[in-house]
């Protein structure tokens, strides 16, 4: 299976996402050998926008910072300074009754799914869970959206009167993409979220999220270190390195002509050809 082409997201109006000055810090306590704590930037004044109806690909190699982005921008961890405008909403303000209801509108696939789903709990519960919390819906309301959902991305309704002991990991993420896009949301923080499928369901999900992008204006902070995906994926791309920006801009034009020295040292450690790389097609 391959990735269908599509034309260039083409978007006006505000942006979807807008972000200036980001930073999180981490600090180390004492030990033994140090009396004194030490500090680690995570993410160091990173500025961000997204248009409605486009996706921004974020990548940089293991511990850049760009998953901690992911979770900032959905306050799922609180920055230490900078602003962060997400759906023309100053979400720095929200409570947490309206934090709530703002993930109704932006949602997040998780790189892990193993640590993000409730063990406990039946898929359907897990997937319905978010619809749950958003109100308005029945029970059977909520199943059938789950089981239209879970079919979408290419499990059955019976998976859903399983726990997640019994399913793989590649099914288990699918699980996951189902659960975001529950809501029917606008804006959503996609980490690593193909990584642990195979080829032909990474089509499948990129399939997907293209076109629910395109049904419903959908914006994407695509989180990944595969390059070739994001090429195929993204309109935009900033690269991260120790936490910090180092190039943004078109897609095309950051991998065709990258200005950063960091982005051509990434960019050369692409394998020329793979199979992997054949069976995706723009």
Do not use: W
């Not at 990735?3 to 083409?10: G, I, L």
């Amino acid at each position: 299976m391959t990735v269908q082409s599509s034309e260039p997201a083409v978007s006006t109006g505000r942006a979807t996402l807008s972000v200036r000055g980001l930073t999180k810090t981490y600090g180390n306590g004492p030990t033994l050998l140090r009396r004194k704590g030490s500090t680690f930037t995570a993410v160091d004044s990173v500025d961000l926008d997204i248009a409605p109806g486009t996706t921004m690909g974020l990548v940089g190699e293991s511990g850049a910072g760009k998953s901690t982005v992911g979770r900032l921008v959905l306050r799922l961890i609180e920055p230490d300074s900078g602003s962060i405008e997400l759906l023309g909403t100053d979400i720095a303000a929200l409570g947490r009754r309206e934090l709530e209801k703002m993930r109704s509108d932006a949602t997040m696939i998780f790189q892990d799914p193993y640590t993000s789903l409730n063990p406990r709990m039946l898929i359907k519960d897990s997937v319905t869970e978010p619809l749950l919390v958003k109100g308005g819906s029945s029970r059977a309301q909520r199943y059938a959206k789950a089981t239209d959902m879970i079919k979408r991305v290419g499990l059955t309704a019976a998976h859903l009167e399983r726990y997640p002991y019994e399913m793989s990991g590649g099914q288990l993420q699918r699980v996951t993409i189902a659960r975001a896009l529950i809501t029917d949301p606008s804006f959503m923080v996609c980490d690593e979220p193909v990584a642990a499928l195979d080829v032909s369901t990474q089509a499948q999900v990129i399939n997907l999220l293209r076109d629910l992008q395109t049904e419903r204006g959908l914006a994407y902070l695509f989180i990944s270190h595969d390059l070739r995906l994001v090429r195929l994926i993204a309109d935009n791309v900033s690269v991260m390195k120790r936490g910090r920006i180092m190039e943004t801009g078109d897609a095309v034009a950051v991998f065709d002509h990258p200005q950063h020295e960091y982005t051509r040292e990434l960019l050369s450690a692409i394998p020329g050809r793979s199979p992997r790389l054949r069976r995706f097609s723009r």
